[in-house]
């Protein structure tokens, strides 16, 4: 089994200043990692994912990570957000001997991005 | 590539009759589907797990006489809400996986409201 836990409920950051939501997560087996962004009323749009290879992964609308496997984390960065990233943002993690697309999900962080 | 659609987008229904939710891959055929339920400011629950020809797999705690999943063929899972009740009011998402390594893709949502 395993679990997620994104550290912060809400994140208020002004515009054009740089943004990081964490996430760590515990599992007992090797993992798959994802960050996924939802808009009011929307479903999820994944914003990028690590499954093997480079720890840095870089993803769409500027966002990155960082996978680190001795402190279990998964820490999501942007250098300069926008007021259109204003949004909830989901860490999840699956275990690469199941389906990958079976994930569990953490409890999701609030940007709200200030003019 | 890879886009999820789902139908309706919002249902409004008397508390006591039966609404089904479509779930289909329009471009991919997909061997898994995930139902999942999303309250209000919450993260997203596992409800099942839908394979293609399958009966599907509950999470501990779902009614699997109450919600009724389907999966019928490659682009296509239906989710029935069996005589709903106010308390079944939510947000629910499905996504789809085209094999056991792949990432999940999710649909846009449909919100259920039970009189």
């Known amino acids: 089994a395993q679990s997620v836990t994104q550290l912060d409920s809400q994140v208020p950051v002004f515009e054009e200043a740089p943004v990081e939501l964490r996430c760590n997560y515990s599992?007992?087996?090797?993992?798959?990692l994802f960050w996924y962004v939802q808009y009011p009323n929307q479903g999820l749009q994944l914003l990028l994912k690590y499954l093997s290879g480079s720890t840095l992964v870089k993803g769409i609308n500027g966002f990155e990570a960082e996978f680190n496997k001795s402190q279990t984390s998964f820490h999501l960065r942007k250098p300069s957000v926008h007021i259109s990233d204003t949004a909830e943002y989901f860490c999840?993690?699956?275990?690469?001997?199941?389906?990958?697309?079976?994930?569990?999900f953490g409890d999701g962080t609030t940007l709200t991005v200030k003019p | 590539g890879a886009v999820v659609s789902q139908h309706p987008s919002w249902v409004i229904c008397k508390s006591g009759t039966s609404v089904k939710i479509e779930c289909r891959s329009l471009d991919f055929q997909a061997t898994t589907m995930f139902w999942y339920r999303q309250f209000p400011k919450q993260s997203l629950m596992l409800m099942a797990t839908?394979?293609?020809?399958?009966?599907?797999?509950?999470e501990q705690g779902v009614e699997k006489d109450k919600f009724l999943i389907n999966h019928a063929s490659l682009t296509l899972s239906t989710l029935t809400v069996t005589s709903a009740h106010p308390e079944d009011s939510s947000f629910y998402i499905c996504s789809a996986t085209r094999d056991f390594t792949d990432t999940q893709y999710f649909g846009p949502g449909t919100r259920l409201t039970v009189l």
């Open positions: 839908s394979n293609e020809g399958s009966k599907a797999t509950y």
């Open positions: 599992s007992s087996v090797s993992v798959y």
């Open positions: 999840a993690v699956s275990s690469q001997d199941t389906n990958a697309g079976k994930s569990t």
